[in-house]
């Protein structure tokens, strides 16, 4: 059973503080990784991939991607009150379904 | 230019009817993916159509569910006989070819009285 695994919160951050987002994977053969904000009510959005080990930045958000460990992060520098949301990390092999984790709720504490 | 759509925005049924969900991707998206998301948890994939046909529909839980996606564009997700446990929020979300960076559509809340 291919699983994505997150610990589901609430993760409280200070505003300006970094917020730091796990995620482990089981299956060894995933080649592309997302993470997705989702607001209550509201519909998953994309908000970076990673398809290699290291990091990559975008903003204020930078995803790390270590495939030895099998570990997914994504950090968020000078967390704003609007980064509250829940955020889930996803996983695929090539070609087959995206695998979504259950997702980790963020407060970002004003 | 326009997102995913999905009608309607809410489904109240009672137990043992038919519903059908639609959802309207992204204009030139060629596959197309059914969510299933429960309160508290991830979204859960259904089925991937690329263009007309199911590449996969493991998803599917039992066989009251169906999909089809006729014409390659507008799909619609059946589901016989609902119980009360198939309410959530069924999302569907769509992806232009060669990329797997999908785009969600809001969704349409299912409650099956």
Redesign the interface.
Known sequence: QKE?EQN?GPLSVPEGAIASLNCTYSDRGSQ?F?WYRQYSG?????IM?IYSNGDKEDGRFTAQLNKASQYVSLLIRDSQPSDSATY?C?V?REG????????TRLHILP | GAGVSQTPSNKVTEKGKYVELRCDPISGHTALYWYRQSLGQGPEFLIYFQGTGAADDSGLPNDRFFAVRPEGSVSTLKIQRTERGDSAVYLCASSSLGTDTQYFGPGTRLTVL
């Open positions: 994505v589901s592309s997302f509201k519909s998953p959005e994309l991939s889930l996803a695929n087959d379904k995206i695998i979504f984790g259950k997702g």
